[in-house]
């Protein structure tokens, strides 16, 4: 049973893509609608700063942002059961 629901899948799989690849065919890209009016090419330099440059910098401010604005305290840490941790002492407690 469960072979045949991994054939029937597969067969879908393949259909579907078959007819995604005749449906969207390279050759109506020739032709231009009513309206078409594309812009400008972009540079190499400006490719790489829109695709590349502009998602690192994007990534380095968040990053920097979140460590600046931490305010994390290591009492907040959680402590597993296995982990060494420093007693606390309180300042008024005699020995």
Known sequence: ?????ALRAGALA???????????????????????????GLSVVETLGLYVLAPLALFAVIAGLVMVLDRSH?????????????AKVKAGAKA
């Open 1 to 5: 049973m469960d072979k045949k629901n």
């Open 14 to 40: 393949a259909g579907t893509t078959l007819m995604m690849l005749l449906m969207s065919s390279p050759a109506l890209a020739l032709t231009r609608d009513d309206g078409d009016d594309p812009g400008t």
């Open 74 to 86: 290591p009492d907040h840490l959680v402590k597993t059961p296995g982990m060494k941790t420093k």
